[in-house]
């Protein structure tokens, strides 16, 4: 049996495996191209880990407002419906291949709530 996510290095180890994959995909690469090219990528993981780490294990180190940012950036970049369902995919596949259990099953359903909620802020959600 596969252990569950209990600590910052676990999310750490998912969002690691998770970016690998989204950068791999040329769908989804142009979203992170620049903070690839701007050489920022590991501060953002870092960031993306706080903001897990806020929503599994309540530790108050993230604090951006992660909807207005991509309310912003979809300004810039206009995100689809499509992009929402491989996100959720490839998170949820890393996160299946490494940890099973209740923060690994909450950290995949927090994210459906976060792109549904997202796609309705960007009227996707019927798109």
């Known amino acids: 049996m596969k252990p569950d996510i209990l600590s910052r290095a676990d999310i750490q180890l998912v969002i690691s495996n998770f970016y690998k994959k989204l950068l791999k995909d ?3 690469f142009p979203f992170f191209k620049e903070i690839v090219a701007e050489g ?6 870092e960031i993306i880990t706080d903001f897990w780490e806020d929503l599994l294990f309540q530790t108050y ?4 407002n992660p909807m207005q940012k991509h309310l912003n950036f979809h300004q810039k970049m206009n995100f689809e419906k499509r992009h929402f369902e491989s996100w959720l995919q490839y998170l949820s596949t890393t996160i299946d291949a490494d940890f099973s259990g209740v923060n690994s099953e909450n950290m995949k359903t927090r994210a459906l709530s976060i792109a549904n909620v997202m796609k309705v802020k960007m009227n996707l959600y019927t798109n």
């Open 61 to 64: 180190n993230y604090k951006n």
């Open 26 to 28: 040329d769908s989804m």
């Open 40 to 45: 920022t990528l590991e501060s953002h993981l």
